[in-house]
């Protein structure tokens, strides 16, 4: 009998500016219901804060800690609020992901977000070179708006909250995941 897969829904948040991708966040749903969030210790703040998409969209899902009550969210005003501890150095990250998606433990794991290639690319990244990934991992995630396109681009549940939060959205693609696999098994999508 072959082996079932052990399916992950991730997202990441992340800070790039053509040449570098850094994380912000990110955020995985196991199939058995575990699930991990984490933020980026080592992120720049100034370089966060002076990015306006990721400023307005991305910082304030962040857990923050507020320096200066009633003032604009900035790298001035706010600082990494470890009591939350999802504030994590990327050693910790990588040991994290490393257990939470353990091939020995959990089986292999199939990776899947939603228009997935920078986030496999931050993901990956947090190891190393595509070399370097956890032995039993595959080199390659699947994407699942590339299946819904495959599937004549059926309309997606709406998310409703969190957009932008790295967890929400994972738990998101688990959904779309679960609408689309619905769907292409009743027959009503290609």
Same mark, same amino acid.
């Given at each position: 009998?072959?082996?079932?897969?052990?399916?992950?829904?991730?997202?990441?948040?992340?800070?790039?500016?053509?040449?570098?991708? @850094?994380?912000?966040?990110?955020?995985?749903?196991?199939?058995?219901?575990?699930?991990?969030?984490?933020?980026?210790?080592?992120?720049?703040?100034?370089?966060?804060?002076?990015?306006?998409?990721?400023?307005?969209?991305?910082?304030?899902?962040?857990?923050?800690?507020?320096?200066?009550?009633?003032?604009?969210?900035? !790298?001035?005003?706010?600082?990494?609020?470890?009591?939350?501890?999802?504030?994590?150095?990327? @050693?910790?990250?990588?040991? @994290?992901?490393?257990?939470?998606?353990?091939?020995?433990?959990?089986?292999?794991?199939?990776? !899947?977000?939603?228009?997935?290639?920078? #986030?496999?690319?931050?993901?990956?990244?947090?190891?190393?070179?595509?070399?370097?990934?956890?032995?039993?991992?595959?080199?390659?995630?699947?994407?699942?708006?590339? !299946?819904?396109?495959?599937?004549?681009?059926?309309?997606?549940?709406?998310?409703?909250?969190?957009?932008?939060?790295?967890?929400?959205?994972?738990?998101?693609?688990?959904?779309?995941? @679960?609408?689309? #696999?619905?769907?292409?098994?009743?027959?009503?999508?290609?």
């Amino acid at each position: 009998m072959k082996e079932k897969a052990r399916r992950y829904w991730f997202d990441t948040e992340f800070l790039e500016d053509g040449r570098t991708i @850094d994380l912000i966040s990110i955020g995985i749903v196991a199939e058995d219901g575990r699930q991990y969030y984490a933020v980026s210790r080592d992120i720049n703040l100034v370089k966060l804060f002076d990015h306006p998409w990721v400023a307005e969209h991305v910082a304030p899902q962040l857990p923050w800690k507020v320096l200066e009550r009633g003032k604009t969210l900035s !790298w001035i005003t706010a600082d990494h609020d470890v009591s939350t501890g999802v504030w994590k150095h990327r @050693d910790e990250i990588v040991r @994290d992901i490393k257990t939470f998606c353990d091939p020995e433990i959990y089986g292999k794991p199939e990776f !899947w977000a939603y228009y997935a290639d920078y #986030d496999w690319v931050v993901l990956c990244q947090l190891f190393g070179t595509m070399m370097d990934l956890p032995k039993g991992w595959p080199m390659y995630c699947r994407d699942i708006k590339q !299946w819904a396109d495959m599937l004549g681009n059926p309309t997606l549940p709406e998310q409703g909250e969190g957009e932008h939060h790295a967890l929400a959205d994972a738990r998101w693609n688990q959904q779309a995941w @679960d609408f689309l #696999d619905r769907e292409q098994k009743k027959g009503w999508i290609r």
